[in-house]
């Protein structure tokens, strides 16, 4: 099982909004609404921001948000502040032998 | 609040095993996730704490054992035959609707001769 495609990098500048996309199959993201968006700064543990393809869990900011077309789902941040820099992961229930599978991460940069 | 503690930094030599402990309680999925340096997450598999069902990624097949002792509310993750690849930080998450919704602090674990 690959990992979902990400770019390697997004950037904004403050209150621009960026989208990043996640790219799958039809096993993985394109055959199930079991997408999850995760927030890592550097040295601590992920953060779950979506899941769900679209809901966020309490306390999660309404600035991020979440769709899918097809085979690919996106997170969108609106509003971007300083403390968005962080590096992203998409994360997608699969119908393979390996029923979970990350993306490969994308780094955001707020000029 | 849910808190995951996990136990502290392993060092182990090449063709070692190294068990990680989740301090968790029981009744959902928990799940295992590393993070080589610089590197992206990496599912491992899941346990739920209750029935102490598994299931793994297919690379760790037959390498990777996740257990649980409902006695103490710990879950277990022990990989074997450790090679420098195996490097890496590993964390315990919790499972809601599909996405990890609380995690641990991780566990670092550095394989080296």
């Known amino acids: 099982q690959s990992a979902l495609t990400q770019p390697a990098s997004v950037s904004g500048s403050p209150g621009q909004s960026i989208t990043i996309s996640c790219t799958g199959t039809?096993?993985?993201?394109?055959?199930?609404?079991?997408v999850s968006w995760y927030q890592q700064h550097p040295g601590k543990a992920p953060k779950l921001l979506i899941y769900e393809v679209t809901i966020r869990p309490s306390g999660v900011s309404n600035r991020f948000s979440g769709s899918k077309s097809g085979n690919t789902a996106s997170l969108t941040i609106s509003g971007l502040q300083s403390e968005d820099e962080a590096d992203y992961y998409c994360n997608s229930y699969t119908s393979n032998n390996t029923p979970y599978v990350f993306g490969t991460g994308t780094r955001v940069t707020v000029l | 609040q849910v808190q995951l503690v996990q136990s502290g930094a392993e060092v182990k030599k090449p063709g070692a095993s190294v068990k990680v402990s989740c301090k968790a309680s029981?009744?959902?999925?928990l799940h295992w996730v590393r993070q080589a340096p610089g590197q992206g997450l990496e599912w491992l598999g899941w346990i739920h704490t209750s029935n102490g069902g598994t299931r793994y990624g297919q690379k760790f097949q037959g390498r990777v054992t996740m257990t649980r002792d409902t006695s103490i509310s710990a879950a277990y993750m022990e990989l074997s035959s450790l090679t420098s690849d195996d490097t890496a930080m590993y964390y315990c998450a919790t499972e809601y609707q599909r996405g990890l919704d609380h995690w641990g602090q991780g566990t670092l674990v550095t394989v080296s001769s």
């Open positions: 029981t009744g959902y999925f």
């Open positions: 039809s096993s993985d993201i394109g055959g199930h609404n079991y």
